[in-house]
């Protein structure tokens, strides 16, 4: 069972990674016992399961995530929402207002307008129908303040990091609240833009380095640096 | 074919512009050049310059085109007015409409279009400067796009073209050995499955003539192929180089 890469070593589609009695995981498809790549990524090895993380890519829906969603349409039974991937979304107006929901009465645009910013999580999904959101949790509902920035969402995990160490240190460093979309789209709502700019150059340098190791520690000496440069300029 | 008395290969066996018969043009890829498309690359062969973009998938407009089971790849070959000697009307020519269906055709077996059903990926291809070979060249570079926009791929697909030009055979045609040789036979493949995306001929060969240049035309393919990787591995590796 030979494979052809090493952990973390890049790979274009179409690579043979592996041979033989292998998983194909992630971003990976299996023909005749061969192992190839779908994505150009990097390779993990998880015991027998080959997969590789993409450098690139669009966000497919899964049911449990976390979105952020623009509201693009509003129809009889709801909003139909951008949420950044192949299929439109949509939040039904049961699940948002509250008793039972009269299209007579309702008006659905004093709920959410058009363009407007949503926190969402979606509760159900199959490539036979469209996402569907819900908004009935905490934390959940319409953003109104804050600052939105877009990265490529197969990088959503390393900003996370490892049990959530990197994105925990960004918070503590720079006080701001940041929110993850799992689409790629990430709210950072600070006490001032100046910490906002700080949060953000931060997720910036995370994405562009994604693929490379120690960059908790880099992370965190390029914002007390940066912060320490505030300090003298003030 | 009209006989023409301009040699296309002189008494050392070199062709027009000093190549050797199984020699490539010089080739210059990019990827990632576009920064509102999904995904985009660009491509120099020889005086070819094609630029490729694509978009999606994203939902099917009008909804009744959308396919139950899979993604619909629409493609969009288009060579602009300034890219040949004659202004080109940039209007959709009969040539144009075929070759965006042969583009289309050679990359779908490479894309996991089942993946997403009921969506579309549109693929644009503008030919700025052309000089024999378009065809091949769009589907080296629409795959580097397709690749770079992160669209699950099967294997990248790489095309060159052979041919039959005073009675040699050689590769990857220009433009004018392609209008005064004898036959042009453009060939795509995905290398790493082994397999044949498209294979057209225009002219005239003996059986064994064709096997040759079949021969000429994967080797020519194999080498584009470790470009086109070098390629699409450079747009991430330069950053890695800075840290590790």
């Known amino acids: 069972m030979p494979t052809f890469f090493e952990r973390k070593q890049i790979v274009t589609p179409g690579d043979l990674i592996a ?24 390779v993990e090895y998880e015991e027998r399961k080959v997969s590789v993380v993409a450098l690139k890519g669009f966000y497919v829906p899964r049911v449990g995530d976390t979105i952020i969603g623009k509201v693009t349409d509003i129809t009889m039974g709801g909003w139909i929402m951008d949420i950044k991937a192949p299929y439109a979304a949509l939040l039904r107006a049961s699940d948002v207002v509250e008793r039972s929901y009269r299209p007579q009465k309702d008006e659905l645009s004093s709920i959410f307008d058009i363009g407007d910013l949503v926190i969402a999580k979606i509760v159900s999904y199959d490539r036979t129908r469209d996402p569907l959101l819900s908004i009935r949790e905490p934390g959940l509902g319409k953003i109104t303040r804050g600052q939105i920035i877009e990265i490529t969402p197969t990088k959503i995990p390393r900003v996370i990091g490892r049990k959530g160490s990197m994105i925990s240190m960004i918070k503590r460093e720079t006080g701001c609240h940041i929110l993850l979309g799992q689409n790629g789209l990430v709210l950072i709502s600070g006490k001032n833009p100046e910490y906002n700019r700080l949060a953000i150059i931060a997720i910036r340098k995370i994405e562009k380095e994604s693929h490379t190791s120690g960059l908790t520690d ?17 | 074919m009209t006989k023409s008395d301009e040699k296309l290969i002189d008494k050392n066996g070199l062709r027009i512009d000093g190549r050797k018969p199984d020699e490539l043009r010089s080739i210059k890829i990019k990827v990632g050049v576009l920064s509102n498309a999904d995904g985009s690359a660009y491509i120099e062969q020889g005086k070819n310059k094609i630029l490729a973009a694509i978009y999606g998938p994203h939902e099917t407009h009008p909804k009744h085109l959308a396919l139950p089971d899979r993604s619909r790849l629409k493609c969009r070959y288009h060579m602009a007015p300034f890219s040949v000697d ?14 965006s269906k042969v583009i289309r055709h050679a990359l779908e077996p490479s894309i996991f279009l ?130 590790e």
């Open chain 2, 86 to 99: 004659e202004r080109k009307s940039p209007a959709p020519s009969r040539r144009e409409i075929e070759i």
């Open chain 1, 19 to 42: 041979e033989g009695n292998y998983i194909a995981g992630e971003n990976t498809f299996k023909k005749d016992g061969k192992l190839y790549s779908t994505h150009i990524g990097l």
């Open chain 2, 114 to 243: 089942e993946y997403y059903p009921r969506t579309s990926i549109d693929l644009y291809i503008e030919v700025l400067q052309a000089h024999g070979g378009t065809r091949c060249a769009s589907i080296t570079v629409a795959s580097l796009a397709l690749a770079d926009g992160g669209i699950p791929m099967r294997d990248l697909t790489v095309a060159c073209a052979a041919g039959k030009v005073d009675g040699h055979i050689v590769l990857d045609l220009t433009d004018n050995e392609d209008k005064k040789g004898q036959a042009d036979v453009p060939l795509a493949i995905m290398p790493n499955l082994n397999a044949i995306t498209l294979l057209q001929m225009d002219g005239q060969l003996t059986i064994s003539e064709f096997e040759e240049t079949v021969e000429f035309a994967l080797k020519g393919c194999k080498q584009l192929y470790e470009k086109q990787r070098e390629a699409l591995k450079a747009k991430y590796v330069t950053v890695e180089g800075e840290e």
């Open chain 1, 218 to 234: 880099r992370v965190t000496e390029m914002l007390k640096k940066e912060k320490e440069s505030e300090i003298k300029n003030d």
